[in-house]
Nanobody, 128 residues
Framework: VQLQAYGGGSVQAGGFLRLSCAAC????????MGWFRQAPGKEREFVTA????????YYADSVKGRFTISGDNAKNTAALQMNSLKPEDTAVYYC??????????????????????WGQGTEVTVSS
């Protein structure tokens, strides 16, 4: 399975950006897809995820109310709408996915170690 990530860029604080991700290469599979991010000098952190089969969504507290994840189970795609961006959102964002769609706990789906597939990172820069 390969994850193709799109989007990112630079924006001023208060602005918006959209990221998208597509899982390719494995037919008849369903995924949990999401994003992690890593800022310079910091550890990777969970941002958001969606179970494409059930529709369950998961958000980090730092992005709740500002970021919205959506997905299309038939197309194995996910999109992240990021509004009201802050300088602290600046990071490289990584799309990730796993097949364990029946594990629906927040604890499970917010751990990077649970994700088997990773896309290339896309940079998001928010200037003040």
């Amino acid at each position: 399975v390969q994850l193709q990530a799109y989007g990112g860029g630079s924006v001023q604080a208060g602005g918006f950006l959209r990221l998208s991700c597509a899982a390719c290469g494995r037919a008849s599979s369903s995924y949990v897809m999401g994003w992690f991010r890593q800022a310079p000098g910091k550890e990777r952190e969970f941002v958001t995820a969606i179970n494409l089969s059930s529709g369950n969504t998961y958000y980090a507290d730092s992005v709740k109310g500002r970021f919205t994840i959506s997905g299309d189970n038939a197309k194995n795609t996910a999109a992240l709408q990021m509004n009201s961006l802050k300088p602290e959102d600046t990071a490289v964002y990584y799309c990730a996915a796993h097949n364990n769609i029946f594990y629906r706990s927040t604890a499970f789906n917010t751990q990077g170690s649970r994700y088997s597939y990773w896309g290339q990172g896309t940079e998001v820069t928010v200037s003040s």
